[in-house]
């Protein structure tokens, strides 16, 4: 198994719901990334887990919160979203935090829009 | 800061014309992949090139890292080449992947 999943693959939220992205690999992965990616943007990083810890956070704001139940599976919880969250989101694995040997494998992403 | 420069930001193709993408970056890297993002927001892995050349059919890549650049080659255009083409370069000291801005092709039949 070389992919990574993301469900759902399309979100339509209200701004009062609370929501989960979910992102899972099968790799033996050890380091997993929560992007986000604004049309006609580059992907910016969100989150980084690495051996199950977060390791860096680029001052997302609270409403998003990044959850790591174990190796394989990575979670991005949302609350109280505002319409300029609406993005395609990005899940990413690579075998350790340094991307050394073999790089960032990507998801489909989860197409986000918030009402 | 982290710089990762592409160009053209823009280029438009005959199908079966050849191109060159460039990606210049601001240090030392440990890591630099180029993907390519489909119209439904995919990002495919295209080449993991550190360093050294890479191909793999029509496309391949070289990464000359004493001289900070990247260059993929695209050889006889298809349609399905169009999307957006993204480097992304992994600088020492477990930074994570850092995306430039892309270069957007379009090739027309």
């Known amino acids: 198994d070389t992919e990574v999943t993301q469900t759902p693959k399309h979100l339509v939220m209200g701004m009062t719901n609370k929501k989960s992205l979910k992102c899972e690999q099968h790799?033996?992965?050890?380091?997993m990334y929560w992007y986000k990616q604004k049309a006609k943007k580059p992907p910016e990083l969100m989150f980084v887990?690495?051996?199950?810890?977060?390791?860096i956070n680029e001052s997302v704001p609270s409403r998003f919160s990044p959850e790591c139940p174990n190796s394989s599976l990575l979670n991005l919880h949302l609350h109280a979203l505002q319409p300029e969250d609406s993005a395609l989101y990005l899940c990413?694995?690579?075998?350790?935090?340094?991307?050394?040997?073999?790089?960032?494998?990507f998801g489909s992403g989860t197409r986000l829009t918030v009402v | 800061g982290i710089q990762v420069e592409q160009s053209p930001p823009d280029l438009i193709l005959q199908e079966g014309a050849n191109s060159t993408l460039r990606c210049n970056f601001s240090?030392?890297?440990?890591?630099l992949q180029w993907f390519h993002q489909n119209p439904w927001g995919q990002l495919i892995n295209l080449f993991y090139?550190?360093?050294g050349t890479k191909q793999n059919g029509r496309l391949s890549a070289t990464t000359v890292a004493t001289e900070r650049y990247s260059l993929l080659y695209i050889s006889s255009s298809q349609t399905t080449d169009s999307g957006v083409y993204f480097c992304?370069?992994?600088?020492?000291?477990?930074?994570?992947?850092?995306f430039g801005k892309g270069t957007r092709l379009s090739v027309i039949a």
């Open positions: 090139i550190p360093s």
């Open positions: 240090d030392s890297v440990n890591n």
């Open positions: 887990y690495s051996y199950e810890k977060l390791s």
């Open positions: 790799m033996g992965h050890r380091a």
């Open positions: 990413a694995s690579s075998p350790n935090s340094d991307g050394s040997f073999y790089g960032y494998t």
């Open positions: 992304a370069v992994l600088y020492s000291g477990n930074t994570p992947l850092v």
